[in-house]
Nanobody
Framework: QLQVRESGGGLVQPGESLRLSCTVS?????????????VAWFRHAPGRYREALLC???????????QYADSVKNRFTISRTNDKTTVFLQMNSLKAEDTGIYYC????????????????WGQGTQVSVSS
C-alpha cells in the first residue's frame, strides 16, 4: 500500500526559495522501473480550491514531469531520487500568493491533473510567504 509524507514547509520571505520533500513508501523492492506510479504536488491556498501544481511519473520506462499550474511556471520544479522514494518540489522566487498547504499525492498509473484520481495523500505541510 502506497503512503506519502511531506516535509520541508515553513515561513519564508518573498523572493526566497524552499524545497519540499515527499517520502514515498510502499513501493515494491523489485520492479520499480516497470511499475508505473505518479507523484503530484498540490496546493491549497486560503479561499481557493486544491490545485495541481506538478507531477512526475515513469510512464514508458523513463521519467516524465508535468506542469499543471501556470502560476508556478519557471519557478517551481519537480524531481525525485533514483530509487523513487523521495520526490522534491523546489520552489524559487516565492511570492505571497504561494502561501498555502502543500500536499503530495500518489497513485498507481500515470500523472493526472484531477485530484480525484489520487487516492493516497499526505497530511500536508504549511508554506507561508510573508515579509
Amino acid at each position: 500500500q502506497l503512503q506519502v509524507r511531506e516535509s520541508g514547509g515553513g515561513l519564508v520571505q518573498p523572493g526566497e526559495s524552499l524545497r519540499l520533500s515527499c517520502t514515498v513508501s510502499g513501493l515494491p523492492d523489485s520492479g520499480r522501473d516497470t511499475i508505473v506510479a505518479a507523484v503530484a504536488w498540490f496546493r491549497h491556498a486560503p479561499g481557493r480550491y486544491r490545485e495541481a501544481l506538478l507531477c512526475i511519473d515513469n510512464m514508458g520506462g523513463g521519467t516524465t514531469n508535468y506542469q499543471y499550474a501556470d502560476s508556478v511556471k519557471n519557478r517551481f520544479t519537480i524531481s525525485r531520487t533514483n530509487d523513487k522514494t523521495t520526490v522534491f518540489l523546489q520552489m524559487n522566487s516565492l511570492k505571497a500568493e504561494d502561501t498555502g498547504i502543500y500536499y503530495c499525492a500518489t497513485r498507481w498509473g500515470n500523472c493526472q491533473k484531477s485530484r480525484t484520481l489520487f487516492r493516497t495523500w499526505g497530511q500536508g505541510t504549511q508554506v507561508s510567504v510573508s515579509s
